[in-house]
Nanobody, 123 residues
Framework: QVQLAESGGGLVQAGGSLRLSCAAS????????LGWFRQAPGKEREFVAA????????QYADSVKGRFTISRDNAKNTVYLQMNSLKPEDTAVYSC????????????????WGQGTQVTVSS
C-alpha cells in the first residue's frame, strides 16, 4: 500500500520560512516524480513544484519561483519543499503527490496523494 505522509506545516509570519517533508512508503520512490500541490479555502488545488526521480529536472509554479525549492533524498524516500519569503497568499493545505513523470505531475495526473499539511502565513 502506497503512503505519502507530509509534515512540517504550521503558522509563520509573512517573510518567514518553513520546510515541508513528505515521507513515502510502498512505492518505488526512486523512480517516481514527486510534487507538491496546495489548496486554499474556496479555491481549486494548484500545482506548486515537482522534481523528477533523478533530480535532473524540476518545475515550479510562477507564483513560487525564486522563493520555494523542491528537493528529494532517494535514500530516505523523502521529498522536501523549502519555502522562503512566505506571503499570506501562500496560506493553504499543502499535499505531496507522486506520478509517473514530470509531464504528468505538472498536469495534475497524479497516482498517489498524501493527506496534506496546513500552512498558515500571517500578515
Amino acid at each position: 500500500q502506497v503512503q505519502l505522509a507530509e509534515s512540517g506545516g504550521g503558522l509563520v509570519q509573512a517573510g518567514g520560512s518553513l520546510r515541508l517533508s513528505c515521507a513515502a512508503s510502498g512505492v518505488t520512490f526512486s523512480m517516481a516524480t514527486l510534487g507538491w500541490f496546495r489548496q486554499a479555502p474556496g479555491k481549486e488545488r494548484e500545482f506548486v513544484a515537482a522534481i523528477e526521480w533523478n533530480v535532473s529536472n524540476r518545475q515550479y509554479a510562477d507564483s513560487v519561483k525564486g522563493r520555494f525549492t523542491i528537493s528529494r533524498d532517494n535514500a530516505k524516500n523523502t521529498v522536501y519543499l523549502q519555502m522562503n519569503s512566505l506571503k499570506p497568499e501562500d496560506t493553504a493545505v499543502y499535499s505531496c503527490a507522486a506520478g509517473l513523470s514530470l509531464y504528468n505531475v505538472v498536469r495534475n495526473r497524479i497516482d498517489y496523494w498524501g493527506q496534506g499539511t496546513q500552512v498558515t502565513v500571517s500578515s
